[in-house]
């Protein structure tokens, strides 16, 4: 079974640091780009990034609201991802997914497999 | 690219047809994905490029549209559909998401 599976949420200050991992299953993960996606409590989904594999250079996208702050690596010999979280804000508080992107040929892609999900609480 | 959902919310009863609407911000030919995510849970890929059904999702989910103006169509709503929905533009950067389209079963 195709699973990926997120762990390393829980309570933090504000300005510290925190990081999560995403562990692939029953896939060859090398082969992805693999994202990261929040949900701020009672909210919508918001894109947090990207790493593509290594085929692509490892390169990195973010979303302007974490860009400088968050850090996304892989390895692959583990078949998973992670995101470094630093100088976090109230406003980081969420439920962060690590997501499978999917290529469907012309740049046409999504996001097939998602994680269950762990909440990230930024709080004094 | 902004992408805005409507409605935000609808209530419908089993067997109703219903469709939700995704309008970018600029075209986006069909670069386009949508997402149910139900009460709890993980989002899950319903349909790719605007009009491709996932592998596994039921028939009675349909998206069509292109350019600006999106619908994902859920003919005969079962009880099981109650969730929230989402589009996604998946072109360039940031990879947007609509801001949720809300189904309840009366």
């Known amino acids: 079974e195709e699973q990926l599976v997120e762990s390393g949420g829980g309570l933090v200050q504000p300005g510290g640091s925190l990081r999560l991992s995403c562990a692939a299953s029953?896939?060859?993960?090398?082969?992805?780009?693999m994202d990261w996606v929040r949900q701020a409590p009672g909210k919508g989904l918001e894109w947090v990034g990207r790493?593509?594999?290594?085929?692509?250079?490892?390169?990195?996208e973010y979303a302007a609201s974490v860009k400088g702050r968050f850090i996304i690596s892989r390895d692959d010999s583990k078949n998973s991802v992670y995101v470094q979280m630093n100088s976090l804000k109230t406003e980081d508080t969420a439920v962060y997914y690590c997501a499978r992107r999917v290529d469907h040929g012309g740049d046409h892609e999504a996001f097939d497999i998602w994680g269950q999900g762990t909440m990230v609480t930024v709080s004094s | 690219i902004q992408l805005t959902q409507s409605p935000s919310s609808l209530s419908a009863s089993v067997g109703d047809r219903v469709t939700i609407t995704c309008r970018a911000s600029?075209?986006?030919?069909?670069?386009l994905a949508w997402y149910q995510q139900k009460p709890g849970k993980a989002p899950k890929l319903l349909i790719y490029t605007a009009s491709n059904l996932q592998s596994g999702v039921p028939s009675r989910f349909s998206g069509s549209g292109s350019g600006t103006d999106f619908t994902l169509t859920i003919s005969n709503l079962q009880p099981e559909d109650l969730a929230t929905y989402y589009c996604q533009y998946v072109k360039s950067y940031p990879l947007t998401f609509g801001g949720g389209t809300k189904v309840e079963i009366k």
């Open positions: 029953g896939f060859t993960f090398s082969d992805h780009y």
């Open positions: 790493i593509r594999n290594e085929v692509n250079g490892y390169t990195t």
């Open positions: 600029q075209g986006i030919s069909n670069f």
